[in-house]
Nanobody
Framework: QVQLVESGGGLVQAGGSLRLSCAAS????????MGWFRQAPGKEREFVAT????????YYAEAVKGRFTISRDNAKNTVYLQINTLKPEDTAVYYC?????????????????WGQGTQVTVSS
């Protein structure tokens, strides 16, 4: 089992920044591909970003490319999502997830473990 706990969400004005963190415990963190997803009210949960086990490779949804940065610190068992130039449409609950697969993946079903989520609200 892997337990994931997100933090860092909040209410920010459009144009602002946030850094989300996701602390992992349980099994060896560096064995997992990590991802961030988000779910806005009334919408499906959607892929945001993913990072491979070593942190060398990343992939982003088109909607967030250039504004979001995913990173990880395997020594701290933590994955991060730096969010810049926030827009009202970024308002959502943000979830981190862990995949025991070896490849980067945007597919929700590929992720075995999920956190409880952290709310990000962007005011215009």
């Amino acid at each position: 089992q892997v337990q994931l706990v997100e933090s860092g969400g909040g209410l920010v004005q459009a144009g602002g920044s946030l850094r989300l963190s996701c602390a992992a415990s349980g099994r060896t963190f560096s064995n997992y591909v990590m991802g961030w997803f988000r779910q806005a009210p009334g919408k499906e949960r959607e892929f945001v970003a993913t990072i491979n086990r070593t942190g060398r490779n990343t992939y982003y949804a088109e909607a967030v490319k250039g504004r979001f940065t995913i990173s990880r610190d395997n020594a701290k068992n933590t994955v991060y999502l730096q969010i810049n130039t926030l827009k009202p449409e970024d308002t959502a609950v943000y979830y981190c997830a862990a995949s025991s697969g070896v490849a980067l993946t945007t597919v929700r079903a590929s992720y075995n473990y999920w956190g409880q989520g952290t709310q990000v609200t962007v005011s215009s």
